[in-house]
């Protein structure tokens, strides 16, 4: 399952991402989105997690926790691939 993890901190960085979901089971990917311009993050990343209980677990969790002093918000990712 795929996670969009939005309200990030400007300072969250892959592995900080990495290592909150990883107590909740195999993270098959982690990423904060930068900006392409500036280089500075966007706010938001995705995780892919091996398991879909576990990642279901992590959202329920996390869902009501601050990371570096922001609330996250997850939500299930969409592939808008066509």
């Given at each position: 399952?795929?996670?969009h993890v939005a309200n990030l901190a400007l300072e969250t960085t892959t592995a900080d991402l990495r290592a909150v979901f990883a107590s909740?089971?195999?993270v098959k990917?982690?990423?904060?989105?930068?900006d392409r311009t500036t280089?500075?993050?966007r706010e938001f990343g995705f995780v892919e997690m091996v398991?879909?209980?576990?990642?279901?677990?992590?959202?329920?969790s996390?869902?009501?926790t601050e990371l570096q002093g922001r609330k996250?918000?997850?939500s299930e990712a969409v592939n808008n691939e066509k």
């Open positions: 399952m795929k996670i909740f089971g195999d990917s982690a990423r904060v989105i930068y280089g500075r993050s398991n879909h209980d576990e990642a279901a677990a992590a959202m329920i996390l869902g009501q996250l918000r997850l």
